[in-house]
């Protein structure tokens, strides 16, 4: 018997609207829009950044599980690991019931035919889910649209014979779901790269060959099992993981453009393949934020999102040149007009790193600060970091 999967909803949308709006929306979000997106109080004006905060694909997923709670109330609910990349939202999720496979003491050995298992909006592996529908659980399926067309790109090229280069983080989520995909057929092969650096050494194997060994060794957990570079590298297809940085995905593309044209000439056509898979609302935010930064001067600018959101670090990573800039996961970080939690813009990625920082709100007044937010990141949790920042540059408080 096929499983039984949701992919649009369970009807319970207008049933859980109420409890999404409590959870998640702020009235003084609503007001700083309604201001032209600036927050202004005696001595602080506060600029948002015109496209923040929840993507589309994000409001889905959380909305499906909060049917997907309502709806089978009486049985085991699970979802595969966090929904999306924000502590307060998982919390959210546990507290109603939802039970996290990645938590200590659950697995996938616990679960039993009947029990309920949501897929994030990263989406799972393929392997994942043969297991899931092996031991017959009802799925509620939240993939979001934009990875569904990476997966689209890659399963054409698997198809087709070409080798998958994924511009990614090799234990993000994501791209282990995307690289299993590449898998589905048999001349499928992967490699990951996680940025410029990997991406030129790999370029330049291309271009020249090198130490299969020392490839092999360097890309270990980063390259489908059987992996011969210089067999897997003659027919590539590029792709990413949707929340990288868009400047650096396009960049890499076309590194390696280059350096296929560069060994295979006339026949590069035949070789090289790249489709458009950043995702618009990652673009959108990032583009926001460059914008604020190009219209306004700034004395800080403080970026709020999970300190394992890729979309979020790179809001921090574009911002970080050009003022000073403070990613930190959730309002409480926020401790003193003078100490802050905070992850480090040059944090290695990959890494979740807090550190306490201290002497951060500059003492000038009247004082500009930028605000921008993952797209993992609810209204209600931006408002309260205005409310916050507002209360510190006012009260002191």
Same mark, same amino acid.
């Given at each position: ?74 049985? @085991?609910?699970?979802? &595969?690991?966090?929904?999306? %990349? @924000?502590? *307060? ?6 507290? =109603?019931?939802?039970? $996290? ?17 949501? !897929? ?5 592996? !393929? ?11 009802? !799925? ?8 569904? @067309? ?16 994924? %511009? ?51 890309? =270990? %957990?980063?390259?489908?099992?059987? $992996?011969? /570079? ?16 868009? &400047? ?26 790249? $489709? ?49 800039? $403070? ?6 970080? *926020? ?8 992850? /480090?813009?040059?944090? /290695?990625?990959?890494?979740? !790193?807090?550190? &306490? ?13 930028? *605000? ?5 990141? /609810? @209204? ?18």
């Amino acid at each position: 018997m096929p499983p039984l999967i949701f992919r649009k909803g369970l009807d319970l949308k207008d049933a859980v609207a109420g409890q999404l709006a409590s959870d998640y929306h702020s009235a003084l979000i609503d007001r700083v829009r309604e201001n032209g997106f600036v927050h202004q109080s005696r001595d602080l004006t506060l600029f948002l950044a015109r496209e923040f905060g929840f993507c589309y694909g994000v409001d889905r997923a959380v909305d499906y599980a909060y049917q997907a709670r309502r709806r089978f109330a009486d049985r @085991n609910v699970f979802l &595969t690991g966090e929904i999306i %990349h @924000n502590p *307060l939202v998982n919390q959210k999720l546990r507290d =109603a019931g939802i039970r $996290f496979l990645s938590d200590p003491g659950e697995s996938f050995e616990v679960l039993r035919p009947g029990d309920v298992v949501i !897929l994030p909006a990263f989406g799972v592996t !393929l392997g994942d889910l043969d297991r899931l529908v092996t031991r017959g659980c009802t !799925l509620v399926d939240t993939t979001c649209g934009s990875v569904l @067309n990476v997966w689209k790109n890659v399963l054409r090229y698997s198809q087709d014979g070409f080798t998958s280069v994924i %511009h990614g983080k090799y234990n993000h989520e994501e791209t282990r779901a995307t690289a299993s995909q590449a898998l589905k057929f048999p001349a499928g092969r992967y490699l990951i790269v996680l940025d410029a650096d990997e991406a030129g050494y790999v370029c330049d194997y291309i271009r020249h060959g090198g130490d299969r060994e020392a490839f092999l060794a360097r890309f =270990a %957990h980063a390259v489908s099992e059987g $992996f011969d /570079p210089d067999r897997d590298l003659q027919r590539i297809g590029l792709a990413n993981q949707t929340t990288m940085l868009m &400047t650096e995905s396009l960049a890499i593309g076309e590194m390696f453009a280059q350096a296929m044209r560069d060994r295979y000439a006339d026949a590069f056509a035949e070789r090289y393949r790249a $489709f458009d898979t950043i995702c618009s609302a990652t673009q959108e935010r990032q583009d926001a934020v460059v914008q604020l930064l190009d219209g306004e001067r700034l004395d800080v600018m403080v970026v709020v999102g999970g300190y394992n959101s890729s979309n979020t670090c790179n809001l921090a990573n574009i911002c970080a040149p050009r003022v000073p800039t $403070f990613h930190i996961a959730a309002p409480d970080c *926020l401790v003193s007009a003078v100490e802050i939690r905070h992850r /480090p813009v040059e944090t /290695p990625k990959g890494r979740v !790193l807090e550190v &306490t920082a201290s002497d951060w709100l500059p003492r000038t007044r009247p004082l500009r600060v930028g *605000l921008t937010a993952g797209a993992s990141t /609810p @209204n209600s949790i931006v408002g309260e970091v205005i409310e916050r920042i507002d209360a510190l540059v006012n009260r002191g408080a």
